[in-house]
């Protein structure tokens, strides 16, 4: 039997991330309750290393090692483990409002499925409050994400429609000059989306996304999942005159890397609502 739990965190990615991999920080989150505490951390993160917490009731009566060994190690995107028998995976989905962390395992039989998701839900919850208490946690969140927002010339019904299909989105994705050749358009929730992205020189850009959700005609996500990891979040919105308010927020893993690329990611995401917008004339 698999157990999820999840929650979102009001933080960076990286933030997010440091916090989950840091033995001194592991320290002050691994914790069910008060009355436990995690005494030692460490952490060979690497495919094939191990992690160990040393985990004990404060009163001393009694404890227990949690320790594994790491099987897939994506920098901020996804860990996946084998402790004893059992398997572990964690996923890091960066949003606008906070990082979704999102904790699958194999249950155990000693307890019940109940008190094993509650005991992992309340020390993933006692992570995501040591995270948001960090200085500067909710300002760096909030810098880490590129905005811009269009009205255009089409319902919701059609603006989704430009990027539903493939052969549409291929035209007009990408800034001014830039030609796509998709190798993978799997249009729906964990689908792979898989392109090159020509420049005007000819040079080849491997992308590799998945799509979160997808809700027609209202948001989309899209998860950039090679560097520079980032999450797009597209809203459409009815406007007056049957058009579409589109907002647009790009979030990257911090606000430091955001700050790099928002001279080149700022006037690009103008570019492609741009040819957006002509797609939706073309065809309308």
């Keep these: 039997m698999r157990i999820t739990v999840e929650?979102?965190?009001h933080a960076s990615l990286s933030a997010v991330w440091q916090a989950w991999t840091t033995p001194a920080d592991i320290l002050q989150w691994n914790a069910a309750s008060a009355d436990w505490h995690t005494t030692q951390a460490e952490v060979d993160l690497r495919e094939g290393g191990t992690f160990r917490s040393r985990m004990e009731a404060r009163d001393g009566s009694m404890g227990f090692d949690f320790e594994g060994v790491y099987t897939e190690v994506l920098p901020l995107q996804r860990l996946a483990a084998r402790f004893g028998e059992r398997a572990l995976e964690v996923d890091f989905t960066p949003l606008a409002e906070?990082?979704?962390v999102v904790e699958t395992f194999e249950a155990e039989t000693t307890?019940?499925?109940?008190q094993q998701r509650q005991g992992w839900q309340a020390i993933l919850d006692n992570?995501?409050?040591?995270?948001q208490a960090r200085p500067g946690a909710v300002e760096d969140l909030a810098a880490a994400t590129l905005r811009t927002s269009r009205v255009l010339a089409a319902g919701p019904q059609a603006v989704w429609a430009a990027i539903a299909d493939g052969e549409r989105l291929a035209r007009w994705w990408g800034p001014a000059g830039f030609s796509n050749?998709?190798?993978t358009f799997d249009f729906r929730p964990g689908g792979a989306w898989r392109f090159d992205m020509i420049g005007p020189d000819g040079q080849r850009y491997a992308n590799a996304c998945r799509f979160g959700a997808l809700r027609p005609a209202e948001r989309l996500t899209v998860h950039h999942v090679v560097e520079p990891v980032?999450?797009?979040?597209?809203?459409l919105a009815p406007a007056e005159a049957g058009h579409t308010r589109l907002d647009w927020a790009q979030t990257f893993a911090d606000g430091r890397t955001a700050g790099?690329?928002?001279a080149l990611c700022g006037p690009a995401n103008e570019q492609n609502l741009d040819r957006l917008a002509a797609e939706l004339a073309r065809v309308g």
């Design 181 to 183: 050749v998709f190798e």
């Design 7 to 9: 929650t979102l965190v």
């Design 98 to 100: 906070g990082v979704r």
């Design 127 to 131: 992570f995501a409050r040591h995270v």
């Design 260 to 262: 790099q690329l928002q």
């Design 111 to 114: 307890f019940s499925p109940e």
């Design 230 to 235: 980032f999450t797009l979040a597209v809203t």
